[in-house]
């Protein structure tokens, strides 16, 4: 299909031709509507709307650009939020029954900071329960399918914001990110998605505020639109204890990076994590096509010997922090991830617990050393193809049984561990059609740097028919008027 609607362009498009009065926001508004009308039945990645509210901000904005006022950065830009995030006036449910007609009577700070920046909620993204899964289903709203292949997941947990995305439905999307939630969605549907260093993004509702264990992020179809919401989300803010002071205006002018430069890491399982065998082949034939124009690029693995254990404690006392008042009061309403993952927590001992926060401490300082030489590492961004959307997790990985729905995620869960930035970048089709991509890990507050690798590889890889990023058969998707 041919991409000629507003909804269709990218956000960096969009914002440069409402900034020179060619597009009006009640244009390009109106165009994701439509889009969200004709595509959402069939996808379900967009939930709860408030179409009154931005049709009554798209006028305000277009007037606002007639009258020749200065712009904010995403003046008039539709945009999606999780159904994680609180926003005013607009059902939040969390993917939880326990929240269904839950209405927030003010916006949490990254939503509200996005408003300030000009940009008008449209409507929420769907996730799993509390955001707990790779597959986005819950029981208020069902399951989110992939706009590749219908039978198949969109991922988790920020599949709503990239299904929305890849399909044009919304140009910039907002998404989090505990053990891949904004990276394995983003891959899944061809998209790009940024794990930023944590206290970049500032939150006011992280419980356990001194862990870089959980962070909001941006969504979107390029790299420069990832930039330029990314702007609009971050800034310091005493609200949160890891936030730190930044250039919020430099995070939107993609830094020019001499790929010849760069030297690079190159793991196909970051030294043990499950990875399909057919990803394995599709990562080191894509990685044919790029690998030429780095400085260096070697395969090294880092050490994550311990990750796993490390990594399912600390989802424990993340869980517990996050969910024992509700498992307590209302346990029948929740689904099997979330208890599955208190209960594990309740059970975990203060010893198992100190032990895991001083091996993330170990692994950190090791991951510091290991970029000593070099300057990104890149490994794929998912650990298996879409799997069916009616199945919990990935089961079986190269005849192997995971123990758990969190064993599969280890090739991005465990680069949680180290707090570094991460940028989900999509790299052509897969052998079963759905889209492929890699993770690109930057230096500690590298963010910028990484953005700008990613922007480089990302042009790089627009020419060749077999790399370029993805785009879904909308007119396949499309419901009947």
């Known amino acids: 299909m041919s991409m000629s609607e507003p909804c269709d362009l990218t956000a960096v498009e969009a914002r440069r031709l409402i900034g020179r009065k060619r597009l009006s926001p009640v244009e390009l508004l ?32 277009t007037e606002a650009l007639l009258r020749g006022d200065d712009l904010p950065p995403l003046h008039g830009l539709p945009l999606g939020v999780k159904d994680l995030s609180n926003t005013e006036g607009l059902r939040t449910t969390y993917g939880s029954p326990i929240y269904a007609d839950f209405v927030p009577d003010k916006d949490e700070r990254i939503v509200a900071s996005l408003r300030k920046a000009g940009a ?40 709503g914001s990239a299904a929305a995305l890849a399909t044009g439905m919304l140009p910039i999307c907002t998404g989090s990110d505990t053990g891949g939630s904004l990276r394995r969605p983003a891959t899944y549907n061809g998209v790009v998605a940024l794990r930023p260093t944590v206290g970049l993004v500032p939150s006011d509702r992280r419980p356990l505020g001194f862990t870089n ?89 880092p050490d994550f010997t311990t990750a796993n254990d490390v990594f399912w404690i600390l989802r424990g006392v993340y869980f517990v922090a996050n969910q024992k008042e509700r498992y307590d009061n209302h346990r029948d309403q929740l689904g099997p991830n979330v208890l599955f993952n208190t209960e594990a927590g309740l059970k975990m001992t203060v010893e198992e617990i100190a032990w895991a926060e001083a091996e993330q401490t170990r692994i950190y300082r090791n991951f510091q050393s290991y970029f000593e030489n070099f300057d990104v590492l890149i490994c794929p961004g998912a650990p298996v193809p879409p799997f069916p959307v009616d199945q919990r997790a990935p089961e079986i990985v190269n005849g192997v049984k995971m123990e758990h729905y969190i064993s599969a995620s280890a090739i991005s869960s465990w680069l949680t561990l180290t707090g570094h930035p991460v940028v989900a970048l ?26 700008g690798v990613a922007h480089a590889l990302e042009a790089l890889l627009s020419h060749n028919e077999l790399t370029r990023r993805p785009i879904p058969d909308i007119r396949a998707l499309a419901v009947e008027a």
């Open 30 to 61: 109106e165009s994701c509507i439509a889009r969200i009308e004709m595509v959402n039945p069939t996808i379900n990645a967009v939930v709860a709307t408030c179409y009154d509210r931005a049709r009554d901000e798209a006028r305000t904005a």
């Open 120 to 159: 008008i909620v449209v409507g929420k993204t769907n996730t799993p329960e509390f955001g707990a899964g790779g597959n986005t289903n819950n029981a208020v709203y069902g399951a989110t399918v992939n706009p590749f292949d219908t039978a198949r997941t969109a991922g988790g947990s920020s599949g």
């Open 213 to 301: 264990y959980g962070t909001l992020g941006p969504m979107a179809r390029t790299v420069g639109d990832v930039a330029l919401l990314l702007s609009g989300m971050a800034g310091g803010d005493n609200i949160d204890p890891l936030s730190y002071p930044h250039d919020v205006d430099a995070l939107r002018r993609i830094e020019e990076i001499d790929l010849g430069g760069l030297r690079v890491a190159v793991s196909e399982d970051l030294g043990g994590a499950p990875v399909d065998n057919g990803l394995r082949k599709v990562f080191r034939d894509t990685l044919a096509h790029y690998s030429s124009v780095f400085g260096s690029c070697v395969d090294k693995d």
């Open 426 to 451: 999509p790299i052509g089709l897969d052998a079963t059609g759905t889209p492929f991509g890699i993770q690109i890990v930057g230096p500690r507050h590298g963010d910028r740097f990484v953005m």
